[in-house]
């Protein structure tokens, strides 16, 4: 009989390609790029400038995934554990 070889609850999996300059970039800078560059193309689109518009939209969508793959959103809407100390 094979025994459950599970990993205990405590690692942390970490991904080392992550520099300490994108989790700071990721965490307190690009929240302005990301919330003002729709508006940007959106304007850009509505005055005729596709090209211009298309370039920051891509940037924009490029911004959007990095961001995801540093920051792990989805630990923002888990309940902390009444044991564990708040970070």
Partial sequence: M???KKQPDDTKKENKAISS?????YRYV???PILTLPTIVWEMFATGETMGGALIGIMHAVLVLRFTQVIDVSKWFQR???NEPAK
């Fill in 2 to 4: 094979k025994k459950d």
């Fill in 21 to 25: 300059f994108e989790n700071f970039f």
């Fill in 30 to 32: 690009a929240w302005f």
């Fill in 80 to 82: 902390k554990k009444k």
